[in-house]
């Protein structure tokens, strides 16, 4: 009934608010990190880096899992997996513990949600309500980050680290129950002859080749993929390290928490506007996606040279907004170039790509601090990422248009 997928879709959002909300909004957790487990910046900077990099790098096979299992076994699974990863944590004595324990399942497990959420509204939605749904569905974990932030904070100032970490697990136990509603919206085909194990392992192989082999020679869907990550790792990187920015520069703790709060309202804007831009006629994702890599690499350079506290909150803004964009071009340009069904693989190609950028790019900007006692050669290193974004796109329409 009609009703139904507006139900699913419902959960599909607060799942994805509970989960992705949670793991964006860890880096507020960055700097008390540093107090509690007195680690340099380099590694402490490894456990929001591992988090969004095995997130990334999981993709691929996490796409192939859902493509197997469905949408609502693998949340399922992702749900409890998440749940207990941070519950273990309470035991947790060093960063080492954090990375195991915290940073590698709940990467799997948002994963998992990412592409199992996608898939389910694919399966309810489609032609233009489509492009809406996962446009709204992904400021879920932009609006999350909002509510997390001041959740963490009252966490640790009531019930301190170790007491956050059971709070965030259970919290995290909901993510096992909601996917439980997610229905797929296709009559499931009986099999009117019976096939033997082998027989179907063959066909099985044969298909996998035949739907998913086109997808590694598409070069607009390569050239899209590079640079949606050369887009994306710079701005999970100044994410990982944000506090630590703003703190370097003597703000007040309420001004750096207010500062992240309008990078994430700026966020979910940017993920809801992407949606309703596509919508207005002759207005292609892959020119969006360009004009925002284009304000990215100007945003990269006012961060830089922003001295004052609302100059900076102010180009937190329009980083903010570029990356939410970003975040929305990765599903919605998926969608266009290789169709619904090979959504789930095509979104964990590109994930596993930008996890490989993440894994490496908050240790680097640690390791920059540390040795030069500034981040700003890591912002300039950001801005010339978002040129070569930039680029990637051009080419990508250009292809496309070629193509067409």
Known sequence: MEYQRWIVMLSTYLTEFTSLGLL???PVLFVNFLETYRESRAKTATV????LGVMGCSGIINGLLVQSIGPRKAGFLAGLL????WMLCFFSSSILYIDLLMAVPTGIGCSIITISTSRTLCQHFKGKPCLIALAVQTTASGTGRIVYTYILTACLESFGLQGLFLIMGALLLNCAILPIIWQTNRVSQQETSPISEETQKALDVKICCTRYGPIFTNKTFLTFLFGIAFLYVPHSGFLIVFTDIMKSREYTEENIRLAYVIHSISNVCGRLSFGFLKQIPRVGFLSLAFLFACMSAVSFATIHLAKEFWTTAFACSFMGFEMGVTVAAISIGVLKIVGPENLPFGMGLILSVIG?????????FGVIRDVTG???LSLWISTLSAGVSATLFLMAMIMKHRMN
Do not use: D, Q, R, W
Not at 82 to 85: L, R, T, V
């Open 24 to 26: 964006f909004a860890v």
């Open 374 to 376: 500034t981040y700003s």
């Open 48 to 51: 929001t880096s591992i988090l």
């Open 82 to 85: 998440m749940s207990g990863g």
């Open 356 to 364: 490989i950028g993440n894994v490496v790019v908050g240790p680097i």
